[in-house]
């Protein structure tokens, strides 16, 4: 059987799909930074829906990455969490 790491590192040896891949960083970084907030503010996705007038799986699919959210939703995100969004823009190589 396979491992995760075995597969991944097989997968992304196929240059197009590394750069399928690596194109999807910010919106999984995103969602990891979703994730960590709402954790540390110690709710559940159906809490954060409750505080921020939504639905658990409006939630989920923010943190799931796939969907990118409004700088409002990302505002009312943060208010509830007791968070700050910030927003940078840094220089490529």
């Known amino acids: 059987?396979?491992?995760l790491a075995t597969l991944k590192a097989r997968i992304l040896a196929n240059p197009?799909?590394?750069?399928?891949?690596e194109a999807q960083t910010?919106?999984?970084?995103l969602a990891r930074e979703?994730?960590?907030?709402?954790?540390r503010a110690g709710l559940t996705q159906a809490?954060?829906?409750?505080?921020?007038?939504?639905?658990?799986?409006?939630?989920?699919r923010?943190?799931?990455g796939r969907t990118l959210p409004s700088m409002r939703?990302?505002?009312?995100?943060?208010?509830?969490?007791g968070s700050r969004a910030v927003v940078r823009l840094e220089r490529t190589a």
């Open 1 to 3: 059987m396979t491992d």
């Open 16 to 21: 197009e799909a590394r750069a399928a891949y």
């Open 26 to 29: 910010p919106e999984f970084d």
């Open 34 to 39: 979703l994730i960590a907030a709402r954790n």
């Open 47 to 60: 809490e954060l829906a409750e505080r921020m007038h939504t639905t658990q799986s409006t939630i989920a």
């Open 62 to 64: 923010l943190e799931s």
């Open 73 to 81: 939703t990302l505002a009312r995100f943060a208010e509830a969490t």
